[in-house]
C-alpha cells in the first residue's frame, strides 16, 4: 500500500502538472485527518511520508504552553506544560512541539477517499499559483483567448496552459454578439491572488485596451517613434485617442490611419465597428482641446484656469456635430483632455461675453472709482480682476492705446488701495467670527485656524464634516493630509452615529 501512495503522486503530478512535493503534503494532511478521526477527533496529528519509498510515520502532537501565569490549560488533549514538556525534551521551547509515535491507519479506501479532496484543493491552489506566477508581470497587457463558456452574462475565456480570465458583463461592449469558441482579446486589468473567485480579470471596454491595440497595429507605436498620449471610449460606439510623434519626420495621426484606413479599420473590426478619432496632441490645452473637437471646427474658446473649464464656440451649423449623439463627442474630448468642455454657438458664446464683461466693468467701476469708459477698456484689455492691475508690469499697461503713464499708474495706486481694503476687511470678519466650543475643542484643532474656519461659515464640527479637501486648502497654509485628518476628525459623530443604528 506504501507504494501506492508513489504511484497516486506521480499520476497526479504528471495529469495536473503540480509538483509532488504539493501531493504528498496533501496526502500526509489526509492521512493526519483520518486518523485525528479514528481517535476521536480532538487530537493533534502529524503524518511524515518517505518521498522515495512510501513508508510513513504518524505522530501525536502536544504544543508546549507557558504555565507560569496560568494555572490550567484550555486544552489538555493538545496542549502540554512547558514544565512537563522539559521533563520530555531539555531543549524544547515555548510554543514548540511535543511528539509520541502511534499506530498508522492503512492507506486504504478510507485514507484514500479523505485524500482525494484535499489533494483536489492543494492542486486548486497549485494550479491557481502556477496561473498567478505566469500572468503577475502581464498585468497591463494584452491578452488573447478562446471564449470557453458563457455564465450569466459573463464570459470565461481559456487562456491555456490551465489558465481562465473572466470577462464580467460590465466588461463587454454592449449589444457584442460573444460565442462559445470566438478567439477574442482583452486587456488585463486585475490578477486576484485570493483563494477565491476569478483570478485574471479582462476588460472589452477599457481605454487601455484600444491604446493596446493601437501598439499591436501600428509598428511606429510599438516601436517608441509615436506616443499615444490618451484615450477615451464609450464602448462598441466611438473613441478618441491624442498621439503625439517623437520624429518629426512621421505624421502620427496619418500613421496611426494607415494605408486606405487599414490601421485604424483592423482595430475598429476587433472592438465591433467602434468608430476612432485620432487626434494630434498639443501642449497647449487650448489648442488641444480644438483637436479634440473634431471632426467640428472651432471659432473661439475661451479657457477659465480657475475652474479648469473651457467655453467652446462653434457655428450654429456645426453645433449639433460638436455636441454629438447623447453629447457623445464633447463627452469623450472632456475626458481626453481633462478639462470641463461647455460648447455653444456663436452667438450664445457672444452673450456671456457680454454677461460677463458687464460684471467685470461693474466691478472695476466699484473698486477703482472710474467711470464706465475706463473700466470697458480695462476689460476689453482682458483684465479681470483689481489684482491683475495692480501687480501686472507698468510696461505692458503702457501699450493700451488710450492710457498714459500717469492714468497707468493711478489706477494701479487704486488698485493696491481696493486690495488692501479687502484684506483689512478679511481681518475684521476674522476678528469677529466665534467658533462653537465644539470645533474649538476638537482634536487637532488649534485656536486661529477655529476663528479663520469660523469666518468662512464653518462654525461648529457639522459644518466642518461636511467640507471638501479642496475647500479646505483655499485656507493659507492647509495642506491635503491635515485637511483630510480634519474632515475625517469631524465627521467621527456621524460613523457613531452608523454604528448604534
Not at 208 to 237: H, S
Not at 375 to 392: C, K, M, N, P
Request: hydrophobic fraction near 40%; charge should be negative; proline fraction near 3%.
Amino acid at each position: 500500500m506504501n507504494k501506492e501512495i508513489l504511484l497516486v503522486v506521480d499520476a497526479v503530478s504528471n495529469e495536473k502538472g503540480v509538483e509532488k512535493e504539493i501531493i504528498f503534503q496533501a496526502i500526509e494532511a489526509a492521512l493526519a485527518s483520518a486518523t485525528r478521526k479514528k481517535n476521536g477527533g480532538q487530537i493533534d496529528v502529524r503524518v511524515d511520508i518517505d518521498r522515495n519509498t512510501g513508508d510513513y510515520d504518524t505522530f501525536r502532537v502536544w504544543e508546549a504552553m507557558d504555565d507560569s501565569e496560568t494555572t490550567a490549560l484550555e486544552n489538555p488533549i493538545t496542549q502540554i506544560t512547558f514544565s512537563g514538556a522539559k521533563e520530555l525534551d531539555p531543549e524544547i521551547e515555548i510554543g514548540g512541539y511535543i511528539e509520541e509515535p502511534i499506530d498508522s491507519i492503512e492507506f486504504g479506501r478510507i485514507a484514500a477517499q479523505t485524500a482525494k479532496q484535499v489533494i483536489v484543493q492543494k492542486v486548486r491552489e497549485a494550479e491557481r499559483a502556477k496561473v498567478v506566477e505566469a500572468y503577475k508581470d502581464r498585468k497591463g497587457e494584452l491578452v488573447t483567448g478562446v471564449v470557453k463558456r458563457m455564465d450569466r452574462g459573463n464570459v470565461v475565456l481559456d487562456l491555456g496552459n490551465n489558465a481562465e480570465a473572466l470577462i464580467s458583463k460590465f466588461d463587454l461592449i454592449n449589444r457584442e454578439a460573444v460565442r462559445v469558441g470566438d478567439r477574442i482579446r482583452g486587456y488585463l486589468y486585475e490578477i486576484n491572488t485570493e483563494g477565491r473567485g476569478p483570478q485574471l480579470l479582462v476588460s472589452r471596454t477599457s481605454p487601455e485596451l484600444r491604446v493596446e491595440l493601437f501598439k499591436l497595429e501600428v509598428p511606429e507605436v510599438g516601436e517608441g517613434m509615436i506616443d499615444i498620449i490618451g484615450a477615451a471610449r464609450d464602448p462598441g460606439l466611438r473613441a478618441k485617442i491624442a498621439v503625439k510623434s517623437n520624429d518629426g519626420r512621421i505624421d502620427p495621426v496619418g500613421a496611426c490611419v494607415g494605408m486606405r484606413g487599414s490601421r485604424v479599420q483592423a482595430v475598429s473590426n476587433e472592438l465591433n465597428g467602434e468608430r476612432v478619432d485620432i487626434i494630434l496632441w498639443d501642449d497647449n490645452p487650448a489648442q488641444f482641446v480644438i483637436n479634440a473637437m473634431s471632426p467640428a471646427e472651432v471659432v473661439s474658446i475661451v479657457v477659465d484656469e480657475d475652474n479648469h473649464s473651457m467655453d467652446v464656440a462653434v457655428n450654429d451649423d456645426n453645433l449639433s456635430q460638436a455636441i454629438g449623439r447623447g453629447g457623445q463627442n464633447v463627452k469623450l474630448a472632456s475626458q481626453l483632455t481633462g478639462w470641463d468642455l461647455n460648447v455653444m454657438s456663436e452667438e450664445q458664446a457672444a452673450e456671456k461675453g457680454e454677461e460677463e464683461a458687464k460684471v467685470y466693468v461693474e466691478q472695476f467701476m466699484q473698486q477703482l472709482d472710474v467711470d464706465e469708459e475706463v473700466a470697458a477698456i480695462l476689460v476689453q484689455e482682458g483684465f479681470t480682476s483689481v489684482d491683475e492691475i495692480a501687480y501686472i508690469p507698468v510696461e505692458e499697461m503702457l501699450g493700451i492705446e488710450e492710457f498714459d503713464e500717469d492714468i497707468i499708474n493711478e489706477l494701479r495706486d487704486r488698485a493696491n488701495d481696493a486690495i488692501l481694503t479687502r484684506a483689512i476687511a478679511k481681518e475684521e470678519a476674522i476678528s469677529d467670527a466665534h467658533p462653537a466650543d465644539d470645533l474649538l475643542e476638537m482634536e487637532g484643532m488649534d485656536n486661529d485656524l477655529a476663528h479663520v474656519l469660523a469666518s468662512r461659515g464653518v462654525v461648529t464640527m457639522e459644518d466642518l464634516a461636511e467640507q471638501s479637501v479642496d475647500e479646505l486648502m483655499e485656507i493659507d497654509g492647509m495642506d491635503e493630509k491635515r485637511a483630510g485628518e480634519l474632515i475625517m476628525k469631524a465627521r467621527e459623530p456621524w460613523f457613531a452615529e452608523q454604528d448604534e443604528a
